[in-house]
């Protein structure tokens, strides 16, 4: 009985996504009028949000909760969420790989800054997770050939929202939750400079200069050259002006 409650809640965590996108047609066609109204993404993270509730609880109950397991959650939560954001880059062609590459740029940042390996390994995390807010699906917003609306621009920026509430009930992901929130703040936005946290700071810089390099529907990649010139023309606005230096060495 315990092997199956352990096979179960690996089929559960495996398969969440898949399961997600299969019972949103369910959901929707048995809904009430005030269901109905619920956007597509504030629904799916909603479900997603429970999906977890019911795995844990499917956890608690079937004593998985062994120091062996606690002390591999991290790991754990680490694989199925690098598992959903390669679902969610690929759900563009212009987004593929976007989450690894940014992890490089993050770690390699981090690492020259002299931070230490426990400052790094958290930087290397938050930047596995810093989009995994896109669920809500403001990533297809990247495939439309024109600018965005303001109401397209504000769901394409909740994600950071979205991500940082996602993560705010795991403990052991809760002093990341500043870092997820505040990745797309604007160094110079109502003079939070500094005040925003280092990470979301590079993180920021990271995540800009890799999307700077992938073509979007409204225009073609940058050249490594002309996404370190935007870099710099952005310091002191866009990005903390003491970075920009480290995004001369990225690849």
Known sequence: MLNFSHNLI????????????????????????????????????????????????????????TESTSSNLPQIYLE?????????DGQSSYTV???????????????????SDREVSDLEYAAWIH?????NQAHRLDTLARSLTQDELKMARNHTVVGSEMIRPIEFLSHLVPIIRYHHTHFNAAGAGE????????????????AMLEPRAY???????????E???GAGTQFDPELVVYAHDLA
């Open 131 to 135: 989009n995994i807010g896109l669920i």
């Open 10 to 65: 690996r089929q559960l965590e495996d398969n969440s996504m898949t399961l997600l996108d299969e019972a949103m047609p369910d959901v929707r066609a048995s809904a009430g009028p005030a269901l109905q109204t619920v956007p597509e993404g504030e629904l799916r993270v909603a479900l997603y949000a429970m999906m977890l509730k019911i795995i844990d609880f499917l956890r608690d109950g079937s004593g998985d909760q």
């Open 231 to 233: 870099i710099t023309k």
């Open 97 to 115: 790989g976007h989450t690894p590459s940014v992890v490089r740029h993050v770690a390699s940042i981090s690492s020259r800054m002299g931070l």
């Open 219 to 229: 225009r073609p990649a940058l050249s490594r050259a002309e996404a370190l010139q």
């Open 195 to 210: 005040e925003i946290p280092l990470g979301a700071r590079i993180i920021a810089l990271a995540d800009a200069y890799q």
């Open 80 to 88: 199925h969420s690098q598992s959903i954001m390669e679902f969610i």
